[in-house]
C-alpha cells in the first residue's frame, strides 16, 4: 500500500491506495492542529511500503510526520517546490517560496491538460496558471471561505455554507445575518477565480481548461462561469506524477484525474470579460 498525505493549514488529508490495483482503499482526513496518532487516525501502517507527503503547515508539524513515519516505512518521499519539474517552469522569483500544494496542484493540471488553470479552495484559495509549453505565471492568493468568515466575528463562523446550495441563491441579498455574511463571501470568492481567469487568459492570449480542488471546491465551481472540473484528487495526482511508484503511475496515470472539458473559446472569455468592466 502507499500512503499519501496533503497536509494543509486546516486539514490533513490521507488516502491509501493499492501499489498493485491502483485502486484507492480509505482515506480520510484529521485537523492539522493535532497531533497525528497512527493506528486511530491512519491506518495500520504494517501494511504501508512506501509514504508521498505534501505539506504548507508549520516546518515543526512536517517534521515530526516524517520522524514518526520514517521509523516504520522505509520509504519515505517529501514534495519540494522547485525551479522546474516535470515540463513546467515554476513562475515564483523564489520557487521554494511556492506553497508546495499549489505546485503540485500545477504539475498534475499541467500532466492532465497541458496549460490551465489550477484554483484550490482550502484555508486559502489559490489560482495559479501555467501556459501551454509548460511556464507557470505565479498566481493570486485569497483568503478561503472559512477564514473570510472567521474573520468578520459576527457569530457566524460555525454557520457553514451548506454545499449543496444552488449558487443562484448564494447570490441573493442575504435577509439574516447568517445569510448576508455567507452570501457576501461566497460572491466575493466566485467573483474573483471568474475576473482572474478571465483577465489572465485576456492578457496571454490563450483560453485555458480550468481545474478545482480543495475542502470548497464543490460549492465554488457551481459559481464558475467557464467550463471546469473539480478533481478533489489533485494534489495527489501531483504526488503520483513526482513520485511515481506504480505501472499506471510511471505511465503518466494519475488517479481519479477528471474529464476536462475544453475552454470556452477567447473571444466568449473576452466578451465576458469586456461585459463585466462595464457594469
Ligand atoms: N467537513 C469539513 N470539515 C472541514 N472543512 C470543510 C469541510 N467541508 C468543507 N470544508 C471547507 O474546506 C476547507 C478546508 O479545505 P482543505 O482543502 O482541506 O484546506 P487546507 O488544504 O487548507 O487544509 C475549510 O476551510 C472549509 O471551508
Ligand atoms: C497559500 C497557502 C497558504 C495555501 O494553503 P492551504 O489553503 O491549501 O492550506 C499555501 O500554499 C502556502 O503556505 N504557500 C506559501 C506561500 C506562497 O505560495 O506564496
Ligand atoms: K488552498
Not at 24 to 51: F, M, N, Q, Y
Request: proline letters at 6%.
Amino acid at each position: 500500500m502507499i500512503l499519501d498525505l496533503d497536509i494543509g493549514n486546516t486539514l490533513s488529508k490521507w488516502r491509501l491506495k493499492d501499489a498493485d490495483s491502483s485502486e484507492i482503499r480509505s482515506r480520510g482526513a484529521v485537523w492539522t492542529r493535532e497531533e497525528w496518532k497512527p493506528g486511530s487516525d491512519i491506518p495500520d501502517l504494517d501494511v504501508v511500503e512506501a509514504v508521498r507527503i505534501s505539506s504548507v503547515a508549520r516546518q515543526a508539524v512536517l517534521e515530526q510526520t516524517v520522524t514518526l513515519l520514517q521509523s516504520r516505512v522505509r520509504n519515505v518521499h517529501v514534495a519540494r517546490s522547485v525551479p522546474e519539474a516535470l515540463g513546467v517552469v515554476n513562475g515564483y522569483e523564489e520557487p521554494h517560496r511556492l506553497g508546495v500544494d499549489r505546485w503540485m496542484g500545477v504539475l498534475a493540471g499541467y500532466q492532465l491538460a497541458g496549460g490551465c488553470c489550477a484554483v484550490d479552495c482550502g484555508s486559502a484559495i489559490t489560482i495559479d496558471f501555467v501556459l501551454p509549453g509548460g511556464r507557470h505565471l505565479g498566481g493570486y492568493i485569497l483568503p478561503g471561505l472559512r477564514l473570510m468568515k472567521e474573520s468578520l466575528k459576527l457569530g457566524t463562523r460555525n454557520v457553514a455554507i451548506d454545499p449543496d446550495s444552488e449558487a443562484e441563491e448564494l447570490l441573493l441579498p442575504g435577509k439574516r445575518t447568517v445569510e448576508a455574511v455567507n452570501h457576501g463571501i461566497y460572491l466575493a470568492a466566485v467573483s474573483a477565480v471568474n475576473r482572474i481567469y478571465a483577465e489572465v487568459c485576456d492578457r496571454e492570449g490563450v483560453a485555458l481548461p480550468m481545474l478545482l480542488t480543495g475542502g470548497d471546491a464543490r460549492v465554488v465551481a457551481r459559481g464558475v462561469h467557464s467550463p471546469h472540473a473539480v478533481w478533489p484528487d489533485m494534489v495527489y495526482g501531483g504526488l503520483e506524477a513526482c513520485f511515481p511508484l506504480t505501472a499506471a503511475e510511471r505511465a503518466g496515470r494519475m488517479s481519479g484525474a477528471p474529464r476536462v472539458p475544453p475552454p470556452a473559446g477567447l473571444e466568449k472569455i473576452r466578451a465576458g470579460l469586456a461585459f463585466s468592466m462595464l457594469l
